[in-house]
Antibody, heavy 121, light 108 residues
């Protein structure tokens, strides 16, 4: 069974750094793209970008380029989402999800449970 | 960038059929997915490739496309179907995965 297990909720101050994690199991982690999705309080899903664990190839969505960073550690089947300087507007639920890529289509076929990040001043 | 438009809300009585639409330019040439997100939970894929149901998704959920509109249909609606539903496509020109704004399905 494919599983993505995310790290627990975080409460941080503006300007602080943060790294949250997403551990995959039940499949060959290195061979599947991982995506990150933001959901701000009471709002919809926003695609943040993707990373390919096999070679760390990374793509960022236009609203997130330069503010977040993705990384992976394939030795422990874990992907990371990182901020160097948090803003109050980063308060949101963050999901990782495995990406199914085949036949001119990409979508999220398995999701983590989400990590709630709360940033206050 | 590619934009997907969904109605903010749809209401339906139990046992009836709900239709949730997703509009976008040239959506007829894109593969559309649908996700269900129940309150306090993460999203779950319910339809891929316009109309394919993943294992474990009830047959009451179906997807279709016509012109510039994709539709998620939920037949014989149950109270447990109350959730937010999102459509999604892959914009191959930018390599972005694009979500619609979401539709809240309310079971009356």
């Amino acid at each position: 069974e494919v599983q993505l297990v995310q790290s627990g909720a975080e409460v941080k101050k503006t300007g602080e750094s943060l790294r949250i994690s997403c551990k995959g199991s039940g499949y060959n982690f290195a061979n599947w793209w991982i995506g990150w999705v933001r959901q701000m309080p009471g709002k919809g899903l926003e695609w943040m970008g993707v990373i390919y664990p096999g070679d760390s190839d990374t793509r960022y969505g236009p609203s997130f380029q330069g503010h977040v960073a993705f990384s992976v550690d394939t030795s422990i089947n874990t992907a990371y989402l990182q901020w160097s300087s948090l803003r109050a507007s980063d308060t949101a639920m963050y999901y990782c999800a495995r990406i199914y890529y085949y036949d001119s289509n990409k979508f999220f076929d398995s999701w983590g449970q989400g990590t709630l990040v709360t940033v206050s001043s | 960038s590619y934009v997907l438009t969904q109605p903010p809300s749809v209401s339906v009585a139990p046992g009836k059929t709900a239709s949730i639409t997703c509009g976008g330019n040239n959506i007829g040439t894109e593969r559309v997915q649908w996700y269900q997100q129940k309150p306090g939970q993460g999203p779950v894929l319910v339809i891929s490739y316009d109309g394919d149901r993943p294992s474990g998704i009830p047959e009451r959920f179906s997807g279709s496309k016509s012109g510039n509109t994709a539709t998620l249909t939920v037949s014989r609606v149950e109270a447990g179907d109350e959730a937010d539903y999102y459509c999604q496509v892959w914009d191959s020109s930018t390599d972005y995965l694009v979500f619609g704004g979401g539709t809240k399905l309310t079971v009356l």
